[in-house]
T-cell receptor, first 114, second 114 residues
Framework: GNSVTQMEGPVTLSEEAFLTINCTYTATGYPSLFWYVQYPGEGLQLLLKATKADDKGSNKGFEATYRKETTSFHLEKGSVQVSDSAVYFCALAYSGAGSYQLTFGKGTKLSVIP | DTAVSQTPKYLVTQMGNDKSIKCEQNLGHDTMYWYKQDSKKFLKIMFSYNNKELIINETVPNRFSPKSPDKAHLNLHINSLELGDSAVYFC?????????????FGPGTRLTVL
């Protein structure tokens, strides 16, 4: 079946540090890949997505590239801010033959300190 | 202005009670979902409705019963509440059920069963 594996957290970084949160997946067919972010006390919101191999999703300085050869969708940001402190979820969506699946990773908590 | 709203935001109740959580979206989407997020932030889909029809019903105890009176509403009724039902429940919506589109999440309902 489909699955998503994210790096374990929590991750603590100083402001302006470089961020990488690893995400790898196992899937049949051609899934779409997402990063969602959950700020404290709020629901999830889409951060970025990629729907086919080699696509790069980007938003708010975050980037992730859909790598089919390594089955990865790592999240990166060059310089994090305190306001980026949140839980980040990698997700995989698959639709085919009348079946719909959406699988989330376990989430990675990021804390950015001034 | 709110896209996906849920009520109540907090729900504290005794074991054995029956409770409902309501969800409404004003985005004109066809598909709505219920997710459960446990204390470790693990997020799992429970149900999905498309045009008021149930299309995803994950392995959830039959004490949980979703109801969609119209496309804009998806309510969750829980009978005979148990301690293990304590979690944050998120409603979400999307334009269609294929999961390749962005999901819009509500703010969550924190259910505590005593």
């Amino acid at each position: 079946g489909n699955s998503v594996t994210q790096m374990e957290g929590p991750v603590t970084l100083s402001e302006e540090a470089f961020l990488t949160i690893n995400c790898t997946y196992t899937a049949t067919g051609y899934p779409s890949l997402f990063w969602y972010v959950q700020y404290p006390g709020e629901g999830l919101q889409l951060l970025l997505k990629a729907t086919k191999a080699d696509d790069k999703g980007s938003n708010k300085g975050f980037e992730a590239t859909y790598r089919k050869e390594t089955t990865s969708f790592h999240l990166e940001k060059g310089s994090v801010q305190v306001s980026d402190s949140a839980v980040y979820f990698c997700a995989l969506a698959y639709s085919g033959a009348g079946s719909y699946q959406l699988t989330f990773g376990k989430g990675t908590k990021l804390s950015v300190i001034p | 202005d709110t896209a996906v709203s849920q009520t109540p935001k907090y729900l504290v109740t005794q074991m054995g009670n029956d409770k409902s959580i309501k969800c409404e979206q004003n985005l004109g989407h066809d598909t709505m979902y219920w997710y459960k997020q446990d204390s470790k932030k693990f997020l799992k889909i429970m149900f999905s409705y498309n045009n008021k029809e149930l299309i995803i019903n994950e392995t959830v105890p039959n004490r949980f019963s979703p109801k969609s009176p119209d496309k804009a509403h998806l309510n969750l009724h829980i009978n005979s509440l148990e301690l293990g039902d304590s979690a944050v429940y998120f409603c979400a919506s999307s334009p269609d059920p294929r999961f390749t589109d962005t999901q819009y999440f509500g703010p969550g309902t924190r259910l505590t069963v005593l």
